[in-house]
């Protein structure tokens, strides 16, 4: 897979600089990809992906999956948009079909990924977004190689 050594590292003094940011990522993307967003309440997880799915020609509202769990944006390809805040361990995750859901023709990005860590692909992008105060963020992408519990070897 390309990009396999992808990890970079911004700081965003605003809204719209992360929006530049999420935009350049959107255009690396591949069908398949898996995307892990880490970083505490409010940091700009689902910001990011907002304006991800808009670059990739979603035009509807992206709203917080943190109550459906999943939201799914007709994107091209499309976008599955996890968010695990309120479920408690792998088993709930696995109980919501997350392992097929990720086999589907699509994109996926993740929020609170900590509890699926080995449910994710072999290969897949970790963002770290860290709040530095209400308008700056430290963002940090990469690639990580060697999920070797994965089940899905991509
Ligand atoms: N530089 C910035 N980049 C992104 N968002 C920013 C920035 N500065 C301020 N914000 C604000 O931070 C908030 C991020 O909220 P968002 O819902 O995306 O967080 P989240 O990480 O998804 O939180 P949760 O864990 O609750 O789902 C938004 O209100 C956004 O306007
Ligand atoms: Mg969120």
Not at 28 to 49: N, P, R, Y
Not at 125 to 147: A, Q, Y
Request: with cysteine; charged share 30%.
């Amino acid at each position: 897979m390309a990009h396999d050594s992808y990890s970079q590292e911004f700081t965003s003094a605003s809204e719209k600089e992360t929006t530049q940011i999420a935009k350049d990522f959107a255009d690396i993307l591949q069908m398949g990809d898996v995307v892990a967003l880490k970083g505490e309440l409010g940091s700009g997880k689902t910001f990011f992906v907002k304006k991800v799915a808009e670059e990739l020609g979603f035009d509807g509202y992206v709203s917080s999956p943190t109550f459906t769990i999943l939201n799914i944006y007709e994107a091209s390809p499309y976008l599955y948009h996890f968010d695990f805040y309120r479920l408690k361990n792998i088993e709930e995750i696995e109980k919501i079909g997350f392992p097929d859901l990720l086999m589907e023709d699509g994109i996926f990005f993740i929020e609170w990924p900590e509890k699926a860590e080995e449910l994710l692909h072999e290969k897949y992008f970790e963002i770290r977004i860290d709040i530095v105060n209400g308008t700056h963020r430290k963002i940090s992408i990469k690639k990580i190689t060697g999920n070797e519990d994965a089940l899905c070897r991509n």
